[in-house]
């Protein structure tokens, strides 16, 4: 009876111990690659876009120059749902974004030239916006 126990246990233990790995697998293989074709600057319908990628480690570029004068949307693309950064927030120009997977787009009028920082809401990353 103590042998059958014992065996059970360990059967136990071994499910829990593959359910875990196989979880954190799940979450070190995913695909968090951004499309090397996608350009960060790109303009549409009277916009400038920039596309800002959100990543485990932080915003990539980190770095992104508009013109002044130009009506300007930001995109912040989040390929994976699973990564600290939940949103991001300046308060120099206003803005207070809730992050989902995929694209989340804000608008961004009459930016005056200079340069603004823009951080996620943890306050550890951080994009440099300049206005030219």
């Known amino acids: 009876m103590r042998n059958m126990t014992k065996f059970r246990a360990i059967g136990i233990m071994a499910g829990i111990l593959f359910t875990c790995l196989f979880i954190l697998a799940l979450f070190y293989f995913q695909n968090t690659e951004s499309s090397a074709n996608e350009p960060v600057m790109t303009e549409s319908d009277g916009y400038q876009i920039a596309t800002?990628?959100?990543?485990?480690?932080?915003?990539y570029p980190a770095n992104i120059e508009v013109k002044a004068g130009v009506p300007t949307k930001?995109?912040?693309?989040k390929p994976s749902g699973f990564t600290c950064i939940r949103s991001v927030a300046?308060?120099?120009?206003?803005?207070?974004?809730?992050?989902?997977?995929?694209d989340n787009f804000t608008t961004l009028q009459d930016l005056?030239?200079?340069t603004y920082?823009?951080?996620?809401?943890?306050?550890?990353?951080?994009?440099?916006?300049?206005?030219?």
């Open 52 to 59: 800002i990628q959100v990543k485990d480690d932080g915003f």
């Open 74 to 77: 930001l995109n912040f693309k």
């Open 90 to 102: 300046s308060r120099d120009i206003g803005l207070d974004l809730y992050l989902e997977k995929g």
């Open 112 to 114: 005056k030239p200079g």
């Open 117 to 132: 920082k823009l951080h996620c809401g943890m306050y550890m990353y951080y994009v440099t916006l300049t206005v030219k």
